[in-house]
């Protein structure tokens, strides 16, 4: 008879167990379709970024440029002069306005004599650009330019703007301005803190 209860409870004990266990499997056994904890999710292809459209040359104009280089074959009183300078500032604006600020001394020689042509002044133009040509209108200028020759005034008169239209390139960091018989190289002013 010992044996008998014996038997039973052994049985009794090992129900209670087993169900405990089957009970405590399913409480911990992940839900159909949802990803295991142990296991890392899977990644969704990332989307690749857009590219930036190219700027148009139009609008690389944009934006304040410091003139590095200018060289010009002027008509000085009938003499044929390759005059070269530097340090004129343009502003091409969003508005369809460019505003030059010339505070440049321009330098040759011919036949001997010394020639300058000293800008001191500030145009303020309307302008329209294409692909590869800038079109002027509406010139305001203040200030004066004055001609010398081997260190002489020859002639001082009001700055003035002709708004026969500029070829031009823009790049990123650089713009070139030029015709027949000019040229003027520029780099582009960064703000502060922007790389190059």
Known sequence: MPVVIGVVLLVVVLVVCLTG??????????????????????????????????????????????????TDYSDIYGVKVQVKGAGSTMDFRADGTVVIVRKVTLRGVANGDRYEVIMNGTHTISYQAGDDVINYSNPRSTGTITWKINGKVRDRENLIWITTPDNYTCTSSQLRIYGADYAMELDRVQPPGRPV
């Open 21 to 70: 266990g089957a009970a405590a499997y399913l409480a911990t056994r992940d839900r159909p379709g949802a990803p295991s904890p142990s296991a890392s999710p899977s990644r969704s292809p990332a989307a690749a970024a857009p590219s930036p459209s190219p700027v148009s040359p139009a609008r690389c104009l944009i934006g304040r440029w410091n003139e590095t280089s200018y």
